[in-house]
């Protein structure tokens, strides 16, 4: 009989574990959201995550539990394994990608280098916070925001008050997340893969380009990246896949500051946008790995298979008719470049694909992405 993954959430994540899966002769199960999702191509059973009945009644016959997104809570996540399921990641590592101040506390026991943060409950700890800090910062929403959606630039404290009044009922008490406002020269991440039984394998940091918060573009490896550079931050990588216990690929993103170090932005214990590359660019792709991980299988080489990859994201998608229709002038134009598509409704600002190429030439590489990405645009 063959392995089975249950996968909670049915978006481009878990439909990217399809390919992999039935490579493997892996059963993909999924839990999700609504009818026609993007990964509607598995086995998709359709229920509400936070519904620990419905959730139970899908996990019942897989040998692991994983997911697509961080939301499931707590309680439910309990319940799995109180009911014997192995979940992965499990929920005492999950809980710090869910919450960004439990991530900021945990991290800081841990020693993982972070920018000056604070939980703060009202407007004037906030205030506070900003005169000590150059008068701006960065205020989150401790749960549930991506995308940039939750982050916010403020130099008053009145630019809270909506997001306290709105998280009065919080599990923190209503605390928001204050950060310094970090001079960076760069966005990093680094993906680290570890299995249940304690194997760790560090894929190459890349650089992540964010436009309005949003993930645009990836390098992989991150260019001008001294051995140094490399070597701690596959170490952060490290510490923290094994300090939090993350089974399942584990992202960091992080900067680079102007004076050389590296500080923790956040985590994502799934695979990630910055981790797309892989597909095509390194020995085991990111979503081949994440089933690898759960299932505590022998993990795969992360190592990349051409000097250079990028990955572009085909945001929002064109203003008339699907992606399909813009197949055949990128493929005619970018032979070389490897499209990937969602199977998502184009709408602004969604991510409904991206584009990888691989090659020797960063310039062109960069140039072939960006230019079959821009098919898929207007
Ligand atoms: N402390 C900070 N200083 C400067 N820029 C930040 C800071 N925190 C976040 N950002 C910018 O906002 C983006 C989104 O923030 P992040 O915490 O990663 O939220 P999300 O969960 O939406 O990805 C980051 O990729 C970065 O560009
Ligand atoms: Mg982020």
Redesign the pocket.
Known sequence: MSLRVGVIGGGQLARMMIAPAVELGVELRVLAEDEGMAASLAATAVGDYRDAAAVLAFAHDVDVVTFDHEHVPQPVLRALVDAGVAVHPGPDALQFAQD?IAMRTRLAELGAPQ?DWAAVTGTDQLQEFLDAHGGR??V?TPRG???????R?VSRAEEAVDWFTALAEDANGGALLV????D?TR?LAQQVARRPSGEVRAYPVVE?V?RG?V?AEVIAPAPHASERLVEVAARIGVGIAEGLGVTGMLAV?L?ETTDDRLLV??LAMRPHNSGHWSQDGAVTGQFEQHLRAVLDLPLGDPAALAPWSVMVNILGGPTRGSLSERFAGAMAEHPEAKIHTYGKQPRPGRKVGHVNTVGDDLDDVTYQARAAAAHFDG
Do not use: H, I, M, S
């Open positions: 960004k920018p910062a960065v989150k925001g991506y995308d940039g959606k939750g982050v630039v950060e310094e406002l970090v960076f966005e992540t964010q918060g993930c993103e900067f932005n956040e």
